[in-house]
């Protein structure tokens, strides 16, 4: 959330900022300030009421002692009491209203980010690669593998719902093989911790975050809204350090962990996609970084460099977009998405989103980190995925079919599929590696 000093002492600023996102979110300062104005009051006429009481009740005592009437005193006291116990309840109503206003509230969008009305105003900042040239008809990735039998969206359907996924022989492989290939290459070479964790998250964790309150329909909630299956492993990995003070030379943390991700898509009818490019259960690589707010923006880059060599060593086509304001998550405040070229789609696809936070989840979850001056200060937060499936899995079976109907798979993904291949037949497997 937003620091309240800053809406308090530069409103203006943060309502022009806000006003860059085109959600209509400035208009909640001025409410937002009357409300924080009248709580301030209160608290301070309670406090002058405590003192008052106090300072009743030892002349009550006084008077005790020395044998004195005390009724007009004791009184005095009831009726201050009464004062206090009504100004409690309404500070109370005030300091919830006010953190309501302030979660719906989104982060400001960091100076440099270019400022436009809607994705079309994206920045493409770079591009890796070249799009494949294959030969003969460009088969889709639901036509690949239904074909290769490596997946089955109708018993997907059958058992779920539509919007899930069954990856089968081969498929399945692949999805397990580019798991484990992301997680070795972030961990062996790029340096984060691998962490496994629950895949049931509690509220007060998906506030955190950011998924709640304003996306609360898109997530699957369990045991009253008190539980959620995880959207993504940002949730629980964030999270492991909430309510702590960090050492600054622990930072910066970085974290990779896989998780399945759950997430309703409420509202997106009109938008679904053929096949597995839009569903409600997915696998994901996340990367996660807790860090100081003088290197968020140098790890940021770094994070996003991480989560692009995948798909390099992947031989994919991918370029590398700068969100504008309007189109930023709402707690992003710097944000790059990472599209993958997608042969079957004909079009870019996204695999990656990688933000920092700024301190905007950090005040969620009162994550702190110890200065050089021994001063407690909000850390910066940052995560990407490195990547998402199953749009990577979808981009790389149409960027590699051949025209003998087999899929040739990449070289750095070979001794994690155990074969060089994916053709037609029982194991639909084709040339093992055996070395």
């Known amino acids: 959330m937003l620091d309240i000093r800053l809406i308090r002492e530069k409103p203006d600023f943060v309502k022009d900022r806000l006003a860059t996102r085109g959600g209509g979110d400035e208009a909640k300062i001025d409410e937002l300030l009357n409300i924080d104005s009248e709580r301030r009051k209160n608290e301070t006429a309670l406090q002058q009421l405590n003192a008052e009481r106090n300072k009743l009740s030892k002349e009550i005592g006084a008077k005790k002692t020395s044998g004195e009437d005390a009724t007009a005193l004791i009184d005095r006291v009831d009726q201050v009491g009464a004062k206090i116990s009504n100004l409690e309840d309404h500070v109370a109503v005030d300091a919830g209203l006010q953190e309501r206003l302030l979660l719906e509230i989104p982060n400001l969008p960091r100076a440099s980010v270019p400022i436009g009305k809607d994705a079309s105003e994206n920045r493409v900042v770079r591009s890796w690669g070249e799009k494949p040239k294959l030969s003969g008809k460009v088969l889709d990735h639901v036509e690949l593998g239904t074909k290769l039998k490596l997946l089955d969206l109708e018993r997907a359907a059958k058992i779920s719902g539509s919007g899930f996924i069954c990856f089968t022989g081969a498929g399945a492989k692949l999805e397990r093989a580019l798991i484990n290939f992301m997680l070795d290459l972030h961990t062996r070479e790029h340096g984060y911790l691998e962490v496994s964790p629950p895949f049931l998250v509690r509220r007060d964790c998906m506030i955190g975050t950011t998924q709640l309150p304003k996306f609360e329909a898109d997530m699957y909630g ?174 790389l079976i149409e960027s590699y079919q051949q025209s003998d109907e087999t899929i040739a798979i990449p070289e750095k993904l070979q001794l994690y599929f155990g074969a060089n291949r994916i053709g037609i037949g029982k194991s639909a497997l084709a040339d093992p590696i055996t070395d």
Not at 352 to 372: G, V
């Open 222 to 395: 369990l045991e009253n809204g008190e539980l959620f299956l995880a959207p993504t492993a940002e949730v629980p990995v964030t999270n492991l350090h909430r309510e702590e003070i960090l050492a600054m030379v622990d930072l910066p943390k970085k974290y990779v962990a896989y998780t399945p991700c759950f997430r309703r898509e409420a509202g997106s009818a009109g938008r679904e996609t053929r096949g597995i490019i839009r569903v409600h259960q997915f696998d994901k690589v996340e990367l996660v970084k807790i860090t100081t707010p003088k290197n968020s923006y140098d790890e940021h880059e770094k994070l996003t460099a991480d989560a692009e060599r995948i798909l390099q060593l992947l031989g994919l086509h991918y370029r590398i977009v700068e969100l504008c304001t309007a189109d930023l998550g709402f707690g992003a405040a710097k944000t790059y998405d990472i599209e993958v070229w997608s042969p079957g789609q004909d079009a870019y696809l996204e695999v990656s989103s990688c933000s920092n936070f700024e301190d905007f989840q950090a005040r969620r979850m009162n994550l702190r980190f110890k200065d050089a001056e021994s001063k407690n200060r909000f850390v910066h937060t940052l995560n990407g995925s490195g990547l998402a499936l199953p749009r990577l899995f979808a981009a």
